[in-house]
């Protein structure tokens, strides 16, 4: 019988050994006692001794122990309970596990499962009637401002599909959708409706230059909407669905002349402008994750191979 055993621990390695060296390794953080009593041992700190409970930077708050980020600023609020609170994390960040005791739900990070906090519904503090309560030892801060992170800035029809598809990308942090191009500060979406104001619907996409460049965001856009629609995308036509993309450098121009000139070369006549970023505009809150939100896909948006 031990002969069997042997022989097929022996199978087993030979035949399965290859497939586990190219297994990625997940890169932890090295943890404080306290920072370990809390992520590892699922303790919690004292309430209103957090650095970040009274907190109000724009940025994204990462995982402490795996760096990956989980809430951006614009989901943080004030609840008066004494830790750091948000109404909606990053889609995929945070997974919900019930209590041993059945009672409250415990939130950890979907990554390596450090302890977060807990996750309440039903309160009523925010419209979207949810309350993440977490540990700011669980968390780190990066700045929107900061040199390790950039922005890029897309038009291609309704902001939502755009922002559906960017959004899932390895490397993007986090997506917003908003106006650009018109000069009335402030714009809402009623009057961006007009087709008058200059303004298009834009995605601003906040990611990290370390793991996804800038030229494959702009070929991931090119893929996910139809560039050589002239007047709109799909059933939604006007000036401010049309196809285009903000550049901050002119690097990013050099980026998005390259691409479009190897897709004109396959045969697509691109309708693609290329125009200076402007300021952008966060669109109201029921515009953000929406597809997310609504538990369905894009109408039309979806991704063809181009390159």
């Known amino acids: 019988m031990k002969s069997i055993f042997f022989l097929f621990i022996i199978f087993f390695t030979t035949v399965y050994a ?19 009593r809390v992520i ?4 919690t700190e004292r309430p209103y001794s957090g650095k970040y409970y009274k907190f109000n930077k724009e940025g994204t708050y990462l995982c402490k122990h795996c760096n990956a980020p989980l809430y ?20 995929g960040a945070v997974k919900r ?21 807990h996750v ?32 890029a800035y897309f038009a291609g029809g309704c902001f939502w599909g755009v922002e559906y598809y960017l959004e899932k990308e390895p490397g993007v942090i ?11 500060p402030n714009p809402t979406y009623q009057e961006v409706t007009k087709d008058n104001t200059g303004y298009m619907e834009v995605v601003e996409v906040i990611y990290d230059p370390k793991k996804i460049n800038y030229e494959s965001l702009a070929r991931l856009f090119f893929e996910i909407h139809d ?30 002349e ?40 894009p109408y039309c948006h979806g991704y063809v191979k181009r390159f």
């Open 258 to 297: 390259k691409l479009i000139y190897i897709l004109k070369s396959k045969g697509y006549k691109v309708a693609t402008e290329i125009k200076d970023k402007k300021t952008f505009y966060k669109a109201e809150s029921y515009h953000q994750d929406y597809y997310q939100r609504k538990g369905y896909k």
């Open 120 to 151: 309440f519904v039903g309160e009523g503090f925010t419209p979207k009637d949810t309350r993440h309560c977490v540990n700011s030892i669980s968390l780190k801060f990066q700045d929107d401002n900061a040199s390790n992170v950039r922005k």
């Open 72 to 91: 951006r600023s614009s989901a943080k609020f004030d609840s008066g309970c004494g830790w750091p609170s948000f109404d909606e994390e990053i889609p």
């Open 227 to 256: 560039p050589t629609q002239s007047d709109g995308q799909g059933p939604d036509i006007g000036e401010r669905y049309k196809s285009a993309v903000f550049v901050s450098n002119p690097d990013e121009k050099r980026v998005i």
């Open 40 to 43: 590892l041992g699922k303790a």
């Open 174 to 184: 986090k997506v917003e959708s908003g106006y650009m191009g018109g000069d009335k």
């Open 18 to 36: 290859d497939r586990f060296e190219n297994l990625p390794t997940l890169e932890l953080n090295n943890l404080t006692t306290q920072e370990a």
């Open 97 to 117: 596990v019930l209590d041993e005791d059945g009672r409250r739900t415990e939130i950890v990070c979907a990554k390596c499962g450090g302890h977060l906090g």
